[in-house]
């Protein structure tokens, strides 16, 4: 009977380091598939998920900014013109009697 133990001894052995072995491998494989899967991801040029909330609520405020400016132009635009004060002219009047400054025309040559 001892030889019977022996050989379930041996034989439970045997499976348990077919597990390992198995659990080793099994590890091994889901390491070259998650670097595969990396590989395959960084030459698609994603960007991470925080990047693209980011950059989506960016889009988000111009939009609103946009929209903002546009309704204010409308507004501008519905807007009668109305007349500003007279602007003071920058020429001076010659004054009366004063000197002429400038030159007479020439006469054309015939």
Known sequence: MQTSNRFFDDLARMA??????MTGLKAEIEGLVRQQIERLLSEMHL???EEFEAVKAMAAKARAEQEALARRVA???ARPA???PARATTARKPRAGAARTTRPRAKPKT
């Open 16 to 21: 348990g380091g077919a597990a390992s072995a």
């Open 47 to 49: 960007v991470p998920r």
């Open 75 to 77: 507004e501008l635009e």
């Open 82 to 84: 109305r007349p500003g």
